[in-house]
């Protein structure tokens, strides 16, 4: 008897750099429901300008209770995805993200076709995807950078939206090196 479903599969052939990665927003305090809300808005004109490289962006929801929201974006090459992390408005975002978490944790986990994979998770309450099974260790130093963490290289010109040094540094360290010119 022939088999009543339609199977099918996608020829990926035309995307040897294809990147998927899965971000996700959990709230953790009622004033996250309004950093979550916030965002939304923000994500949706960012994905509207069609930034170079990104195919495909999907929103969905993990659950209602904790809110915890997520998106799949699906970009052409790894390049593409973090050059746009580092321009507007991704920038200011992530910079602003990672001095005040609105009463949020934030996640997210990389593919990469060519191989690589990794993950970073910030204010995160409970352990999400890879934290279930792989050691969790800070994100610093060779651990700081996404294109490191996916045993990638990142092309020479990209900085971070935000630099080490600058994220956890205090402000009278970051005065006097400027002050000093270092």
């Known amino acids: 008897m022939p ?58 929801l993990f659950s209602l209770f904790p809110t915890h929201a997520g998106m799949r974006q699906y970009w052409r090459d790894l390049d593409s995805l973090l050059r746009w992390t580092r321009s507007e408005p ?9 001095k005040d978490s609105g009463g949020t944790g934030f996640w997210h986990e990389t593919y990469l076709r060519k191989g690589g994979m990794e993950g970073v998770y910030v204010d995160v309450p409970v352990k999400i995807g ?34 080490e040094e600058e994220l956890y540094s205090t402000e009278s360290e970051r005065s006097s090196r400027s002050v000093s010119g270092q």
Not at 42 to 58: F, N, T, W, Y
């Open 3 to 60: 088999a009543k479903v339609n199977r099918q599969t996608v020829d990926l052939s035309a995307y040897p750099d294809l990147v998927v990665i899965y971000l996700g927003m959990r709230v953790k305090r009622l004033t996250g429901l309004k950093t979550l809300i916030g965002q939304g808005p923000e994500i949706a004109k960012s994905v509207e300008a069609r930034p170079d490289g990104l195919l495909l962006h999907e929103n969905f």
């Open 90 to 98: 991704h920038r200011i975002w992530w910079t602003n993200f990672l």
């Open 130 to 163: 890879f934290m279930h099974f792989a050691p969790i260790v800070p994100a610093r130093g060779p651990m700081f950078s996404a294109a490191h963490r996916a045993s990638q290289s990142q092309p020479g010109d990209l900085k971070p939206a935000i630099s």
